[in-house]
């Protein structure tokens, strides 16, 4: 069954330091996404991406941040100075064109600013 | 800004009981609505989704029931099983928008099924 993948699994960084977390999409998938789950808080919205494009930014996803599909099975979202609230759980989602609604997510970034 | 909630932060059954998570939400201009089951280390996992038009969907085991006027939805595990253990997230969408159709999560209730 496809699925989506992220790498690496844990990133630990220092504050200030740029961080890239990869993400591979289901394949047949446009519609791709960024959440981020700060511990013990909810799945909250970072950034969406269709035809190349950002469609729809949280008021998280600040200059700070960036998002890329630099070929035709990677999405990336950049951080380019991390701060030590920037630690969490990275999850990348992706969506079919169809009318299915339903957004698959993959296993997870775990992301340590010290 | 709790525009979705999960107002019971943990649930423990009998295995073969069923489970009953339920979730509220607030912004009318919600027309679509997913449970996420999710184990720890582990993504969430797509479990199953109603649209605003229906008031039920069943898959197996799981119904996920809606009631517009009350801004409410369930999900009911009929029969629970230890495997089913694991932290369930509300989410919602508006669809109408046509735009990224962000989903906006619940704080989640962790389902504990015992043997």
């Known amino acids: 069954e496809p699925e989506v993948t992220q790498t690496p699994s844990h990133q630990v960084t220092q504050m200030g330091q740029e961080v890239i977390l990869r993400c591979v999409p289901i394949?047949?998938?446009?519609?791709f996404y960024w959440y981020r789950q700060i511990l013990g808080q909810k799945v909250e919205f970072l950034v969406s991406f269709y035809n190349n494009e950002i469609s729809e930014k949280s008021e998280i996803f600040d200059d700070q941040f960036s998002v890329e599909r630099p070929d035709g099975s990677n999405f990336t979202l950049k951080i380019r100075s991390t701060k030590l609230e920037d630690s969490a759980m990275y999850f990348c989602?992706?969506?079919?064109?169809?009318?299915?609604?339903?957004?698959?997510f993959g296993p997870g970034t775990r992301l340590t600013v010290t | 800004d709790q525009q979705v909630k999960q107002n019971s932060p943990s649930l423990s059954v009998q295995e073969g009981r069923i489970s009953i998570l339920n979730c509220d939400y607030t912004?009318?201009?919600?027309?679509?609505f997913l449970w996420y089951k999710k184990y720890p280390a582990e993504g969430p996992t797509f479990l199953i989704s109603i649209s605003s038009i229906k008031d039920k969907n069943e898959d197996g085991r799981f119904t996920v029931f809606l009631n517009k006027s009350a801004k409410h939805l369930s999900l009911h595990i009929v029969p629970s099983q230890p495997g089913d253990s694991a932290v369930y997230f509300c989410a919602a969408s508006d669809e109408s928008q046509g735009g990224s159709e962000k989903l906006v999560f619940g704080k989640g209730t962790k389902l504990t099924v015992n043997p």
């Open positions: 912004n009318s201009m919600f027309d679509y």
């Open positions: 394949s047949n998938h446009l519609y």
């Open positions: 989602a992706s969506k079919s064109e169809t009318l299915n609604y339903e957004q698959y």
